[in-house]
Nanobody, 115 residues
């Protein structure tokens, strides 16, 4: 059974930064594209970013482009999301997933951007 556990969330002021991690296990992590998705309070899942198998190709939602950076370490089986210049609208539970829709998402981490 695939396991994905996100961590690194917390409370941060607008303009601040956070780095999320997602520990992957029980599947061959290095062979899969990986995704970050998020769910803001009262809203549906939103795709944030994706990365290909070796990290050479990345893509971002317009809402986070230029502020977030996705990366991965295939030795450590870990996915990352560096989030800079955070805004209140980035407040959400963040999940890593094996698909863009978030159907295969794992345990999320709460990010709250507030002064």
């Amino acid at each position: 059974e695939v396991q994905l556990v996100a961590s690194g969330g917390g409370l941060v002021q607008p303009g601040g930064s956070l780095r999320l991690s997602c520990a992957a296990s029980k599947f061959d992590f290095s062979r899969y594209w990986m995704y970050w998705v998020r769910q803001a309070p009262g809203k549906g899942l939103e795709w944030v970013s994706r990365i290909d198998e070796d990290g050479s190709d990345t893509l971002y939602a317009e809402s986070v482009k230029g502020r977030f950076t996705i990366s991965r370490d295939n030795v450590k089986n870990t996915l990352y999301l560096q989030m800079n210049s955070l805004k209140s609208e980035d407040t959400a539970v963040y999940y890593c997933s094996l698909d863009m829709s978030g159907t295969s998402r794992g345990q999320g981490t709460q990010v709250t951007v507030s002064s």
